[in-house]
Each structure stands twice: as structure tokens, then as C-alpha cells.
């Protein structure tokens, strides 16, 4: 190779290299002050325990009397009191239809016979009308989806009211007349073919009422529920149902929920049972219900052994009256504050001006654990007090209590916090 050609590659080969320093330095001095930052957001973080839990209720069976068809007059967790009708008793199952149908009709025609009064037309505006209406068939629609079929017909029959109520408001019709004579027509001509109860089913005590019965009810008492231990939790069988058993009364309001537990959940627990702590429950595959309970008792042989846990809660629906064995997590703490990095987190000085015992104005100076928030183009260094810790971030109390702060400053919603950075303090700008 020429010489003189290869002096002229070595020459330009170390021209690029300088131009390529001298572009570095350039950039380098041009962004040597960036920071990257991440948003302070609201989050809410809980503590849970999963476990497939038993429900035990203080239940007493109800018999049936008469041989028959039972038409039921309440629900399913409806409160029912000593005496109370429970189901009428019927010879057949036509008859028993006839008088579900009786009833229907009669509830029609006091509806439209209300909505036939003369002052009615007036007393509901039509926009709270038509939002009725669309409450209803938005009622329907997520009724029939979660399998509630009872509450659905309910909804349905809502959605037929608020129509004809509609109708009477916007002069569409004056008068249901001849729809309540064809009612009683059809009422009267249900009734000639079918026969009237033959009995009645009362309850013998005070309490809510559930139809289903599995074989549960007598397998743990309420008076053994701190001695039931994880072994006798695993012996929990069906007991067989003698005699002609139609329903149950849950005669206790309170009622408790069982389930396993580690040893260090244990530990967990029984510091929330000694300060009185409400825990919540979730049956996800029954309720969407939360539903709020205390700690009953927590039976463990030793502290390093696992344990039972028995919850006792009073609150009740249609959808958990009959559960017994079901999957559910226990949020036993949450906490909810501004989530940051880690990384995020430094130690600095804050200040403060307080008055002395003469009453002479003083400036005091204390290294606090904080975080720096870009401004605009400065940095503020803000104190934090820290209500949670994870892995790789903490939760940030966005309200701490009076006198937990040194300084009034602190880490508020949507601060830009700084997670990297060089060479950061207090009051220095961002280029």
C-alpha cells in the first residue's frame, strides 16, 4: 500500500475519533442535569389470607306437617318471626301454581287500579319515569347474567308498572278498566279449578330463613367453635337428615365462618383480634359482597403449628344464606397511599422556624428520609412518611397525622418524583 495513502487513512480515522469526543462532551454537557422522573399515585394495597372456609349457623330444622305441595310465602335469608307463616300446603302441584298466579293477578290489579286514580297523572315526572324503566331493564339484564332468576321476574314486573305508569302520565291512556275486568276474569276462572291449602307451615322460632338443607347443620356446634382444631376441622362430614325436612331457621343473627391457617398467619391474626380489628371476606364464586366480620377465636396447639381460624360476622343476603363449603380470600389489612420507587427514596435536610422559650423566632434543621420533586425545571426535596413497604416500592401517607412531619412539606398526588438521577439536592435546576 502507498504510504502516502495510508498516512491520509490513520489522519482521517483519528479525525472522526476527535469529532465523535468532541459530539460526546457536547451532548454530555447538555444533559448532564437530566433526571427521570415517575408519577405519585393513589394506591391501595391489602394483606389476604386464602383458604377454603366452612360456614356454621345455629339452625333448626323445619318439618313438614301435611303431606303435600309447598308454596313458599319468604324467601331465602327474609327475617321470619315465632308463629310466622313459612309455606302454605297445597294436594297438588296445580294447585299450588293456581294460587302464585292468584296472587300475581291481585298484585296487577292494585297496581293499575292505583295508577287509574285522577291525582296520580301528576305526581311522577317523566324523566324520573323513563329512568325508572331503564334502572329495570338494566336490573333484568344483570339479573338473568348472575343466575338471579327471582330477582329478575321482580325487576320484570318493576319494568311493567313503570310502562303503564308512563302511559297514564303522557295521556296515552286514561284508565286501565278494561284490562283490570280481564284480570278478574282470568282470577276468577284460576280459582273454580283448583283447590284451596290443605295446611300451613309455621315457624316455631324467631330467625331468617333458608329452604335448602345439605346435611351441615348439626356437624359443629356454636358452643365448640374455639375447640375445633385443625384436625377436627378435616373430620367435618354430612350428618344424615331424618324425617320430612323442608327448610331451616337460622336462630342466631350471628354467624361464623372456619377455616386453616399457618402458623405465621396466625401470628398475624391475633395481634388484629387483640386491637379489635374488622376483617372482610370475599366469596367471589357467590357474592360480590365484602363482607365484614371479627376475629372469633384463633385455635393453635403451639405458636409454631398451624391453626383455626374462626371469624363471626351478622351480615346476610339472599346469595350467602345457603353457603357452607366455599373458597374466599380475608383482606385482614389495607393500606392506601402515594405508591413510589424505591429508588426514589434518599435522605436529606428539611428546615423549619419555630419560637424558643424567650419567643425569639429559630430556624431548626433535622436529616429526614424524603424524596426529590421536579418543579417545573428545580427540584424540591420533599419528607415522606412511609405507611407501607413492598419489594421494590413503598405506599406514602398523603395526610400523615399532626406532629409525625418535622417539616409541613410532603409528597402530594401527581408530584413528578425523581427514581434517577446525579448529583441531587435541594434547589437545584434541571437544564
Not at 436529616?367 to 420533586?373: A, F, M, N, T
Request: glycine letters at 6%.
Amino acid at each position: 500500500m502507498d504510504k502516502l495513502l495510508f498516512k491520509r487513512i490513520i489522519i482521517g480515522l483519528l479525525s472522526v475519533s476527535i469529532c465523535a469526543y468532541i459530539v460526546y462532551l457536547i451532548v454530555s454537557a447538555n444533559f448532564v442535569n437530566a433526571v427521570q422522573t415517575e408519577e405519585a399515585v393513589s394506591t391501595t394495597i391489602s394483606d389476604e389470607i386464602s383458604a377454603k372456609a366452612f360456614i356454621i349457623r345455629d339452625e333448626s330444622y323445619l318439618r313438614e306437617s301435611v303431606k303435600g305441595v309447598l308454596s313458599y310465602k319468604v324467601s331465602d335469608g327474609d327475617d321470619v318471626s315465632n308463629g310466622q307463616t313459612i309455606a302454605d300446603i297445597y294436594r297438588n302441584e296445580h294447585d299450588a301454581v293456581s294460587k302464585k298466579q292468584i296472587e300475581k293477578i291481585n298484585k296487577q290489579i292494585k297496581n293499575l287500579k292505583s295508577l287509574s286514580k285522577s291525582y296520580y297523572k301528576d305526581s311522577v315526572g317523566l324523566d324520573t319515569i323513563n329512568t325508572q324503566i331503564n334502572n329495570n331493564i338494566f336490573n333484568i339484564t344483570e339479573n338473568v347474567n348472575n343466575g338471579k332468576l327471582i330477582d329478575a321476574n321482580t325487576s320484570c314486573e318493576n319494568l311493567l308498572f313503570s310502562i303503564c305508569e308512563r302511559q297514564i302520565t303522557t295521556g296515552s291512556v286514561s284508565n286501565f278498566k278494561s284490562k283490570i275486568s280481564e284480570l278478574k276474569s282470568e282470577r276468577k276462572k284460576i280459582k273454580n279449578n283448583c283447590s284451596p291449602k290443605i295446611g300451613s307451615l309455621t315457624s316455631s322460632k324467631a330467625g331468617y330463613f333458608i329452604s335448602a338443607c345439605d346435611g351441615y347443620e348439626k356437624s359443629v356446634k356454636i358452643k365448640d367453635l374455639k375447640y375445633l382444631t385443625p384436625k377436627k376441622f378435616d373430620k367435618i362430614k354430612k350428618k344424615k337428615i331424618k324425617g320430612s325436612v323442608i327448610g331451616k331457621v337460622v336462630t342466631d343473627p350471628n354467624w361464623y365462618i372456619a377455616c386453616k391457617i399457618s402458623a405465621d398467619e396466625a401470628v398475624k391474626l391475633a395481634k388484629l383480634q387483640n386491637d379489635g380489628v374488622t376483617v372482610y371476606v370475599s366469596m367471589p364464586t357467590i357474592t360480590a359482597e365484602k363482607i365484614p366480620s371479627k376475629i372469633y377465636s384463633i385455635n393453635q396447639a403451639n405458636r409454631k403449628k398451624e391453626g383455626v381460624l374462626v371469624l363471626t360476622c351478622d351480615f346476610m343476603n339472599s346469595n350467602i344464606a345457603d353457603a357452607r363449603n366455599e373458597n374466599t380470600d380475608i383482606t385482614t389489612v389495607s393500606y392506601t397511599g402515594l405508591k413510589i420507587s424505591k429508588r426514589a427514596i434518599h435522605e436529606g435536610y428539611v428546615k423549619k422556624t419555630v419560637k424558643d422559650k424567650s419567643g425569639k423566632t429559630v430556624s431548626k434543621r433535622k436529616k429526614v428520609q424524603g424524596v426529590y420533586v421536579l418543579h417545573g425545571s428545580e427540584l424540591i426535596f420533599k419528607e415522606i412518611v412511609i405507611s407501607y413497604s413492598g419489594s421494590d416500592f413503598v405506599l406514602c401517607e398523603e395526610k400523615p397525622n399532626e406532629g409525625v412531619l418535622f417539616s409541613n412539606e410532603t409528597l402530594q398526588l401527581y408530584d413528578q418524583v425523581v427514581v434517577k438521577g446525579d448529583n441531587l439536592y435541594d434547589g437545584k435546576v434541571i437544564q
